[in-house]
């Protein structure tokens, strides 16, 4: 009797350490596939963020040679915009590029060309209707005075329809990202239109307007 009790401990025993022993085995088999799918987690992850990169980097190239090779005229008419953009001017572009704005109540347009030179236009400021033959005369008198004496040129032309008088002003500037203070520079071309309006008015009134 004693035997057979001897003989079933010694099997479960057995058992047990059979159990054991191949708990410990599959836990560790376990354990060492959780590494190796932890260390292919992080190897994919790397490998996401070098793509990653190399996308950014590659698009960055492209936009920087996209910039470089942009038209001067193109690069010119959007620093141009940028700055109506920022104080909140109207501003549209014609089919030809021209860049149709306002400022300061003002009506002008910009036309570029493939330099970084702007030709600004101010749109007719001043007017004599035809039949009033002396004040016409007056107007082209105090035009040409003022080109003259002035940096701006002012211009004015006969509308063949109905014969009025219309005078404008126009001036070429240069218009690069490298002038200091460009917005205060740009403001100060744009508002000397508007000291040669009021000089030709005042100048018309003191002839007798």
Known sequence: MDAVVFIVIALIVLLWRIYKDGYEENSGEQAHISQLNDKIKKEYTMEEKINSANEDWAKNQLEKVEEETKPLEEKTR????????????QWGVDKDGTVQFSYQGGQFNARFSDSVFVTVTY????????????????AKTMVNEMNRRGHIQIIYYIDPDD??????????????????????YLKTLLDRFFHHHHALVVEMEEEGE
Do not use: H, N
């Open 123 to 138: 749109y007719p400021f001043y007017s004599v209707e035809s039949y009033l033959k002396d004040r016409m005369e007056k």
């Open 78 to 89: 959007e620093l141009m915009t940028e700055i109506l953009t920022k104080w909140s001017c």
């Open 163 to 184: 014969g009025d008088l219309y005078v404008y002003a126009e001036d070429t500037i240069l218009l690069i990202p490298e002038i200091p203070q460009i917005e205060a």
